[in-house]
């Protein structure tokens, strides 16, 4: 798309002071935007203190309609990001999740409607798709059902042919792939796209989501439950571990930095008013560099002088193997492309700062 000049907006940012939310922040203001955050400060993201964004700060919840009538006044746009993420500890987190992320998905967009505010962008997530794109040397594109514990018990950790049982090779998932949520938390995050869309069609509305992949870079939580895997070797590096890898290492996925998904959800909302009004938009944000699980950890360990990975063999039932995006759409709609490259982004990873639990944060201290 074409640059187009757009004055600064106010934008209500929820999830602000979380992990990606906060750079979201950072990176409005330096594009002379106004960013309003409303956080709820979950215990399960903030262990501690949380360093609040440099900006006008809401401490409430999306699914609570009383905080948002003031929170959406004059604003233009809504960056949603607040969610309940990770996978939770076991199935009992369910209603935990529906609640916090389609019931408040829900609410926003109901006061969001009310508020005469039409465009949303959503943080979307490649969960979506469950098992990636593969390609038989028979049958062509295939979408294998889950992994059988079973086989991934017996070191058997390539998903086959659905069909004839052949080995497949993994490809690029784009937008239109049909989606197959595998867990609680992808169900609640296609919810929320269903949803944005609905709200689009029925206020005539513009809406984009972002589906990330995995995001990794300064900020990033620690190694809880609801962390992303790069955290967790972060972690075992800090403590002069060797990094745990599971399955064979060899399971790919597509690392994006956090700094390029700040910047693509400026880019959304900046093209937002010039996008399609009645339905919503899904984007791929993904790096278009597909890596090894090993690799990133090789990088991480590399990048600290740690000890080298330990591949385990160890498994998590419902984990994919191989999810990596083709994001052309978004580079070539938006002109977003990502300016971090991976031994780069990892290197700085490795050097900076995680999340502490209970480290009290510097006064005014901006950790990007
Ligand atoms: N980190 C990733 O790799 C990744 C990948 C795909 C999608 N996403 C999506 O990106 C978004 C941001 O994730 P993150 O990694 O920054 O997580 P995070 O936990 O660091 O941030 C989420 C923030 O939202 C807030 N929040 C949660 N529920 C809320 C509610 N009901 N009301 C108000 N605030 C609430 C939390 O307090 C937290 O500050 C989420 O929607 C997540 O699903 C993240
Ligand atoms: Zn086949």
């Known amino acids: ?73 004059g604003v233009d746009a ?11 500890k076991d199935f009992a987190d369910a209603p935990g999740y529906v609640d916090c992320n389609d019931l408040g998905t829900a609410t926003l967009l109901a006061a969001t409607a009310e508020a005469r505010v039409r465009q949303v962008v959503l943080a979307g997530s490649m969960v979506v798709y469950g098992e990636g794109r593969y390609a038989c040397p028979r049958h062509g594109a295939v979408r ?44 609640t995050k296609l919810a929320q796209e269903h949803l944005t869309a609905a709200w689009a069609r029925a206020t005539d509305g ?47 996925r597509d690392f994006v930095h956090v700094r390029d998904v700040a ?13 399609e009004a009645g339905v919503l938009t899904a984007y791929n944000t993904g790096s278009g560099e597909p890596h090894t699980v090993g690799e990133m950890a090789g990088a991480l360990a590399d990048a600290c002088g740690g000890p080298a990975p330990v591949v385990t063999g160890e498994f998590r039932l419902g984990d994919v193997r191989h999810i990596t995006a083709d994001s052309r759409r978004l580079r070539r709609d938006l002109g977003w492309s990502p300016r971090t490259a991976f031994r780069d982004g990892m290197a700085e990873f490795a050097r900076a700062a995680q999340r502490a639990p209970g480290a009290a944060p510097a006064a005014g201290a901006q950790p990007f």
Request: glycine share 10%; hydrophobic share 45%.
């Open 1 to 73: 798309m074409a640059a187009h000049s757009v004055g600064n907006m106010r934008v209500l940012v929820t999830g602000g002071a979380g992990f990606i939310g906060a750079h979201i922040v950072s990176a409005l203001i330096r594009q002379g935007h106004e960013p309003v955050v409303l956080d709820a400060l979950l215990p399960t993201a903030h262990h501690g203190p949380p360093v609040l964004p440099e900006a006008e700060f809401v401490h409430g919840d999306v699914r609570d309609t009383a905080v948002l009538a003031p929170a959406l006044r």
């Open 78 to 88: 809504v960056c949603h990001q607040a969610a309940m993420v990770g996978l939770g």
């Open 144 to 187: 294998p059902g889950p992994r059988s514990a079973a086989d991934l018990a017996g070191g058997r950790f390539e998903p086959p042919c659905p069909r004839c049982g052949a080995e497949l090779t993994p490809g690029l998932v784009d937008e239109d792939a049909p989606c197959d949520p595998r867990n609680v938390y992808a169900v």
């Open 206 to 252: 513009r809406a984009v989501s972002l589906r990330y992949h995995n995001v990794y870079g300064p900020g990033m939580p620690r190694d809880t439950p609801y962390a992303g895997v790069a955290s967790f070797f972060r972690s075992a590096l800090a403590r002069g571990e060797a990094p745990r890898v599971f399955e064979d290492g060899a399971q790919r």
């Open 263 to 275: 910047a693509a959800n400026v880019a959304a909302l900046e093209a937002c008013a010039d996008l």
